[in-house]
């Protein structure tokens, strides 16, 4: 039986742990695509279960084989409908609790719910990232595997491990395959808050950065002006979530207005809703660059290019399942 985590027992040896073949991946209907192809990096079955509604809508999960000790990772973006796939994560890890399941994680490519992680100016709001993390918990998930947190913070409201993952080494081998690395290309922050994401990424391609700032003027309109320079350059927008699609459209005006030859943009995750594919190709970004993290049913933009997620995520899988650090999966190597 794969030994159930507990902080105050001692790491066992590679003797003591369970085989590789006591791992198991299920998934629900959030995003099958990228379940099956994490479980053919690993060279593994995905879990038998059916994951479906009962006729008032209600989610319905049955394990179809058995998963007595064993090592489980429930692999699961909650994604829209999001409350839905929120639930298939809650129900099936109640049943592999019961199943007598040895360890579950829930491995959540994109964690929904994470952009109400405080209460601002003690405005009358919900800390949703926190009852997610608490409902996680309660259904007796042994740890969290997810990528790019809104907010690295968030791992602070869990009382189990949390393993974030990185999606800045994947776009910068991206890009330096792409010959777009050095003082010819700009890594622009199209808002204050992501800076530190900005800034990994240019590191990674050798180049300087520049930020996307707001001034509010008298008539309470924000225009926006850029920290740094853009001009001449090949500028590549970072964010994490692509949502509505206006933070990279705003942005890539800008920073064409500033002087940049070529605008390309890039997040970890792509949710394209609210009319996001026509804002984006009314814009003048040449690629737009996203993970596999989400299955969206909305329209996508015209240059929307995916890379996968799903090698760093199974990767992480046998990493988290032999007790082997993670951190090795955070840095690209150019040299490769």
Known sequence: MFPKYDANKPIPSEEDMA?????????????PKLAANVVKHLD???GNASV???SDGEVAIELLENVRGRDVFILQPTCAPTNDNLMEILAMADALKRASAGRITAAIPYFGYARQDRRPRSARVPISAKLVANMLYSAGIDRVLTVDLHADQIQGFFDIPVDNLYTVPLFAKHYCEKGLSGE????????NSGVK??????????????IIDYAQDDTHRNEGYIIGDVAGKK?????????????FAEA????EREGATEIYAVSSHGLFVEGAAEK????????????????TKEKTPKNVQYITASELIGDAIVRIHKRKPVSPLFAYNKKK
């Open 44 to 46: 593994i079955s995905i």
């Open 235 to 247: 500028a590549i927008l970072i964010d994490d979530i692509l949502n509505t699609g206006r933070t």
């Open 280 to 295: 984006l190709d009314n814009s003048p970004i040449k690629e737009i660059l996203v993970t596999d993290s989400v299955a």
């Open 52 to 54: 479906t509604k009962f």
């Open 197 to 210: 994401r900005a800034r990994s990424l240019a590191e990674h391609l050798d180049a300087p950065i520049a």
């Open 19 to 31: 085989a590789y073949d006591s791992l198991m991946v299920f998934t629900g209907n959030a995003n």
């Open 184 to 191: 010819d290309v700009v890594v622009v922050s199209p808002k």
């Open 252 to 255: 890539s005006k800008i920073v």
